[in-house]
């Protein structure tokens, strides 16, 4: 299995962030501190972009480096690129209240 660095800061995350290309169906280690996990990557993942690490549920907060980034619009499987066709905003919002 190759190894493919990613970016992963705090357990409430539920999203991490490639540090290079990863292509569809890699398995990447996820780690922090002491603790790593396997995540099966399900379609391409670009340097800089979030993957999800456990699936999130519609309506869930997605959370990197510990914050609350938005909520999925859709539901997300482990492995899936998050971005903005699945991630909905929730800050600077009119419309919502948060």
Do not use: C, W
Not at 22 to 27: F, L, M, N, T, V
């Amino acid at each position: 299995m190759s190894e493919y660095k990613t970016l992963f800061l705090n357990e409430k995350d539920s999203v991490a962030v490639a540090l290079s290309d990863i292509p569809a169906d890699a398995e990447v280690i996820v780690k922090l501190e002491s603790r790593e996990f396997r995540v099966k990557i399900l379609e391409p993942i670009r340097f800089g972009h979030k993957f999800a690490v456990r699936a999130i549920p519609q309506g869930d907060d997605i959370i990197k480096y510990g914050e609350v980034i938005g909520a999925a619009a859709i539901p997300i499987d482990a492995g899936e690129h998050v971005h903005v066709h699945n991630l909905e905003g929730k800050r600077g919002r009119g419309d919502k209240v948060v």
